[in-house]
Every structure is written in structure tokens, then in C-alpha cells.
């Protein structure tokens, strides 16, 4: 069976949301789009990473379901402060106008999902590749 790509918000919505995340083998695949939320699934591979970004008016929910990850935050491109490794089960919280990055360093798949508040990639968003991601039009830089 092929993995549902499908954005099911702004419906009501339920998911096991381990099983899909785990499932996942898109960089990024949004399940849900509402009004003031938004849920994506993540998936990174070793070496790989979410690649540095802030974005201005948006604070963010990630939890690593499957890996281990070095996560950076700082408050300028150039100097990021913050900086600690995470694993399987950790929540990573990202305060909007924060740069940040998440890098990988496991040798799996990188398994995350990331809540946006507000939403931050237009509805139905899928980016196989990270390199499609970057491509893409709506570039949050």
C-alpha cells in the first residue's frame, strides 16, 4: 500500500502520528493544514538535515520519533548558541524569529514531525527531496 499524502485539514482530523511519521519517506509531507496550526512529517537522512531558516511570526513544535539529531538555535545566522543532540521521544520547541537548524547525525532516517503556529508551507506542500524543498518557490529564508 502507498503511503497517504494526503493534507486532510482544515477538517477534523485523527491520526496515529508515530506510524505515519515513521512511515513517511518524503523530506517533508503536510498532513494537516488549519486555520492557525499545521503538521508535517519529516524524513532526513544520515548526514542530511532541515537546512538553516527562521521564520519570523512562526513558533514550531518538532518531536524525533525514530534517530538522533543535533539540533542549533540562535538568534543570528552567524551565531547559533544553542546547540544539543536528541534522540527518539525528544521535543524540540522553536521560538518564531529563532534560527535553527536540524542536522542528522545518526546513521537511520531522521523521523520527525513539526508543528507550525501559525501554518508556515502552503496546503497539500510535499517535497520528496530536500533539494526540491529548496527549490521550491516558497522559500523560507
Known amino acids: 500500500m502507498d503511503f497517504d499524502t494526503k493534507d486532510y485539514g482544515p477538517k ?25 496550526l499545521q503538521m508535517t512529517l519529516m ?17 514550531q513544535f518538532i518531536r524525533i520519533e525514530q534517530g538522533v539529531a543535533l539540533v542549533v538555535m540562535g538568534d543570528e545566522k552567524d551565531s547559533l548558541t544553542f546547540e544539543e543532540t536528541v534522540e527518539d521521544d525528544w521535543a524540540i520547541f522553536i521560538p518564531a524569529d529563532t534560527w535553527h537548524n536540524i542536522i542528522n547525525v545518526g546513521d537511520v532516517d531522521l523521523k520527525v514531525y513539526s508543528i507550525y503556529s501559525p501554518s508556515e508551507h502552503p496546503y497539500g506542500t510535499i517535497h520528496p527531496t530536500f533539494e526540491d524543498s529548496e527549490a521550491d518557490e516558497h522559500n523560507h529564508q
Do not use: M
Request: glycine residues 12%; proline residues 7%; hydrophobic residues 25%.
Open 12 to 36: 477534523p482530523y485523527v491520526v496515529d502520528v508515530e506510524a505515519e511519521t515513521l512511515e513517511n519517506t518524503n523530506f517533508r509531507t503536510t498532513k494537516w493544514t488549519g486555520k492557525h
Open 43 to 59: 524524513s532526513i537522512p544520515p548526514g542530511g538535515e532541515v537546512g538553516l531558516e527562521k521564520h519570523g511570526h512562526i513558533d
